[in-house]
């Protein structure tokens, strides 16, 4: 029977729990016979390098009296989810519970493919069965917490959001530092008034929690932000006396206390998003002049030119072929779509549409270029973000479910006040909201 114990390489092992896929895997494929264990070992480093398919193949090896085994199950279920095959992910799960009714991984992961789909109350019950299986348990807590802030229930959401810091979801920055010296929201803490915040998860997140850093800022504390350099222009232009250092590595220099940048709203008791645009531009970046036509900005994908074996398609893009419906409108359409395919180069130059993307160097520049527009129109994507800080009017085009910054069905978001939502009414079907994407634009600008 698959033990998950005891029968593993040691070395392979030891690679793995650090991180170092690679040398895991090739340890792994020197051993000249397989067990059970060592697939499914096999099966786990694929899927931390994101070979989901390859990782479903190394499950396909064992023996069907040890797969199973709710961990094989469980490990499927999550490779079928990132490959967007649902059903068959719930299928695993529900095996999983069907061999170990209490098995709180298999509870907690069909819980975030609810959530991920939408089934918010099926979510909501598997979360509240893991936890009174196991109290306090971080994955279960954070998944609850992402709940709460889809139903606007913000003192709650982040105060279990915070368990994500206990979960595989925390950055390696954020383990690099010591737990006793995180900032509990005291500014007592700080005597020398100085915090170390270091940015999280995406680009499009630092932006859009940027939005809490005057709260410290107007309280005299001296902020040491952490985060990737593409963003440093564009902070120290609002923010001059930020120190900024890049994110690669964990910072040497002196500090009171540290805190992730998104731990900002609960540590500071925020108890509903400041909506207003935060980084003001009152023209005052404006370099480029306006053309007669309206200017209107696109972005469709948020997937880099990548080894799709490796990646699959994210949910949130869309075909620029797709967009037809909306470019047929007499208007001037520039690209800010970064590592644009070659066939999406080619419809680009057969309807007109500027590339400016070379200009984007860093988000700086990209501000340049979003304050001379009448209007984006983009996927969610770390411009949308952006756009949003600045308050540039912009379009975003959803999926069916999204998470909790464009919660609700409503067509606005509660932390955007200028950005309209243009969201799928199924899933993968973009033609609904390019075609109302299409007739609002030309409602905007008069040209129907």
């Known amino acids: 029977m698959l033990k998950l114990s005891g029968d593993l390489p040691s070395q392979a092992l030891t690679l793995y729990k650090a991180g170092r896929l690679r040398e895991a895997e090739s340890t792994l494929l020197q051993l000249r016979e397989f067990t059970p264990d060592h697939w499914f070992l096999l099966a786990q480093i694929r899927m931390a ?8 193949q190394a499950l396909d090896q064992i023996p069907m009296r040890d797969r199973a085994h709710p961990s094989c199950c469980v490990v499927e279920g999550n490779a079928c989810k990132e490959l967007n095959r ?7 799960y529900n095996s999983a519970l069907a061999s170990q009714p209490d098995f709180v991984p298999a509870l907690t992961n069909r819980a975030a493919l609810h959530l991920l789909m939408g089934n918010l109350d099926l979510a909501e019950a598997d979360l509240l069965n893991a936890l009174q299986l196991n109290p306090g348990f971080p994955d279960a807590n954070f998944h609850l917490g992402a709940i709460r802030l889809h139903q606007g229930d913000f003192a709650t959401g ?49 932006v859009q929690f940027s939005r809490f850093l005057p709260l410290l800022i107007n309280k005299g504390i001296k902020v040491i932000l952490q985060i990737p350099l593409p963003l440093h222009r564009l902070f120290v232009r609002y923010w001059p006396n930020l120190i900024l250092m890049d994110s690669v590595a964990p910072y040497e220099g002196g500090f009171d206390r540290y805190c992730s940048l998104i731990s900002l709203p609960h540590l500071l008791g925020i108890k509903a998003p400041p909506a207003q645009p935060w980084m003001i531009t009152a023209n005052t970046l404006k370099t480029y002049k306006r053309t007669h ?3 209107v900005g696109l972005v469709w994908s948020g997937l880099s030119v990548r080894d799709l074996e490796r990646y699959t398609p994210t949910r949130r893009s869309i075909g620029l072929e797709a967009l037809l419906p909306i470019l047929s409108q007499d208007v001037n359409f520039v690209s800010l779509q970064l590592n644009t395919k070659p066939e999406d180069r080619a419809l680009m130059a057969q309807v007109g549409i500027e590339d400016i993307s070379e200009q984007l160097t860093d988000f700086y520049e990209t501000a340049l270029v979003l304050d001379t527009l009448d209007l984006l129109i983009s996927i969610d994507t770390s411009v949308i973000h952006l756009a949003g800080a600045l308050g540039v009017p912009a379009w975003v085009r959803l999926p069916t479910v999204s998470d909790y910054r464009w919660s609700g069905r409503a067509q606005g978001s509660a932390w955007y006040p200028n950005i309209r939502i243009f969201r799928q009414a199924s899933p993968g079907d973009w033609s609904i909201p390019v075609a109302e994407v299409a007739q609002a634009l030309g409602q905007k600008f008069g040209l129907i």
């Not at 649902?86 to 695993?92: G, T, V």
């Not at 279990?160 to 995180?182: H, M, V």
């Not at 007592?188 to 998860?201: A, D, I, S, T």
């Open 158 to 206: 982040w105060l279990l959001y915070e368990s994500r810091l206990q979960t595989a979801l925390c950055s390696k920055l954020g383990r690099c530092y010591d737990l006793s010296r995180r900032w509990s929201g005291l500014f007592e803490e700080l005597p020398n008034k100085r915090l170390l915040v270091y940015g999280e998860q995406g680009l499009g997140d630092v």
């Open 293 to 295: 036509k309206p200017k």
């Open 49 to 56: 390098k994101g070979l989901w398919q390859h990782a479903l």
């Open 86 to 92: 649902f059903s068959d992910a719930i299928e695993a």
